[in-house]
């Protein structure tokens, strides 16, 4: 396949864009890759950070915090858990403020590092290349010995190789896919529907059955179109980033132009000599010489690759590196523009309000309010009484018996019947009552009175209501 030279990126658009469409149909003429094995320093970093990230995956469901998961996203009960911090139903806008915060770092983070998320944390990636490609190595070899097998006609030594591996690819779908049901209902209810009948929970093996299927298609199949094709955030990638953008980026002020190298030649084209390897090790099938591109993902695989070469030739290292536009065609340092900063003053706001707002929120919340259509009662001990109905919100994951005091005025409330006011994780507890208060101590016709709500001597919250007397 050919590929052609780098396009600079002050060419026209149209020249440029008429370019990269044939490029791409190139690349889609392919209808399988096979990028070579990487090696190098920088996917020793990456498989180091990836064995890290593989860990905390892993680990992060058997952590419990109070006698709760540290994360959960119980979407099915409308309940989750980050950081041991439980957010059930009524806290559904605290809950929108964390995924605006979170947008907004995505997208300072994209503004500065480019899609460096994509190439060293995202599960997809990571379990792409540092699994399943792992796999696909150890048992059909490199890029050549995968496209000789796959040409090959079927035999017994073939039909050995394409079982082992998709078994194997299958057995780590439905791993993944029990990691996936533990983060959506916890560990303690998988474990349940590993050991009692699966009669008793077919719903749930059932997502197992299915989001394992889901996985075998991405991993088995679909790989990186998952990346280029189905993600959206390489298309955000495309209008977030700018020229000060540190990605990894081909220097074609050095590279250019291209030309073979040979023996005992005085060289008077660029450092790049037309490898290829660059092309060979790409999981997405692109030539970085091209610029930046929405299928990059920044993975540092041909980064690797050319300091390879460069080091056998004797050239210096860094043809292909993390950089910006800007470094590479000004020679300057690495700055970031206005945008950078009014992202980072944004994302400062919102993680100061929503710190605020998670240092204020109580545990409970209460609605309490004047029956509709009741009056006051004027007693004979000269008191005023009016009735009430509330309903009392569990807003933690752990049981609450609540109980409701009045503060100010001095006063008596009396319970319609005798309410048990105990509250399971996320529930609510409600009644009506009787607030009873002295003549003396309501001096206007309408008189705001004060209340808390308290878990045996803990106080949870208090919150005010209006009182209605006889007006003398």
């Known amino acids: 396949m050919s590929i052609p030279n780098y396009i600079p990126q002050d060419q026209k658009p149209a020249a440029r864009g008429q370019q990269l469409k044939a490029n791409s149909q190139q690349l889609k003429a392919d209808s399988k890759l096979y990028p070579q094995k990487p090696k190098g320093k920088w996917h020793n970093r990456r498989v180091v950070f990836s064995v890290a990230v593989l860990s905390i995956l892993f680990i992060t469901p058997f952590i419990n915090i109070g006698g709760q998961p540290i994360l959960l996203l119980n979407v099915l009960e409308r309940k989750f ?45 990571v379990f792409m290349e540092m699994v399943f490609r792992k796999i696909e190595y150890a048992i059909e070899g490199d890029a050549g010995k995968q496209k000789l097998l ?24 439905f791993v993944i896919a029990n990691l996936l049901l533990a983060y959506i209902v916890g560990v303690d209810e998988l474990s349940r529907i590993v050991h009692e009948p699966l009669e008793d929970h077919i719903p749930l093996f059932s997502g197992i059955v299915a989001f394992t299927a889901i996985f075998y298609f991405n991993f088995a199949w679909l790989r990186e179109k998952a990346c280029t094709v189905v993600c959206p955030y390489g298309r955000l990638q495309s209008v977030l980033i700018d020229r000060n953008t540190i ?15 040979h023996k005992n030649e005085i060289r008077t084209n660029g450092d790049c000599i037309d490898c290829f390897q660059c092309v060979a090790v790409c999981p997405t099938g692109i030539d970085i010489r091209n610029g930046n591109q929405m299928e990059c993902v920044n993975c540092t695989a041909c980064i690797d690759a050319c300091d390879a070469i460069m080091e056998k030739i004797d050239f210096k290292k860094g043809l292909i590196r993390y950089t910006s536009e800007n470094e590479i065609e000004r020679k300057s340092g690495k700055s970031f523009g206005p945008r950078v900063w009014g992202y980072a003053a944004v994302l400062l706001l919102l993680c100061g309000g929503l710190v605020g707002m998670i240092a204020t929120r109580s545990d409970t919340q209460t609605s309490f309010l004047r029956t509709p259509g009741s009056r006051y009662i004027e007693n004979k001990d000269n008191t005023v009484s009016n009735l009430y109905t509330f309903k009392i919100f569990n807003k933690t994951n752990r049981t609450i018996t609540p109980t409701i005091r009045l503060n100010a005025p001095d006063g008596t409330l009396l319970f319609a019947g005798s309410p048990d006011l105990t509250m399971q994780p996320a529930g609510m507890a409600e009644g009506t009552v009787f607030v009873t208060i002295p003549k003396t101590s309501l001096p206007n016709r309408k008189t705001v009175i004060k209340m808390s709500v308290y878990q045996g001597d803990i106080f949870l919250e208090d919150f005010e209501t209006t009182f209605m007397a006889p007006q003398d």
Request: hydrophobic share 50%; aromatic share 18%.
């Open 81 to 125: 858990i980050i950081f041991g911090l439980f957010i059930g139903p009524q806290d559904y806008w605290l809950f929108g403020v964390m995924m605006l915060t979170f947008m907004v770092m995505i997208v300072l983070f994209t503004v500065v590092f480019g899609r460096l998320w994509c190439g060293w944390a995202c599960p997809q990636t």
């Open 247 to 261: 990605t990894v980026a081909y220097d074609h002020e050095r590279g250019e132009t291209r030309g073979k190298l």
């Open 150 to 173: 796959d040409k090959a006609p079927w035999t017994a030594d073939k039909l050995f190789k394409k079982a082992l591996k998709y078994s194997i690819f299958l057995a780590v779908s």
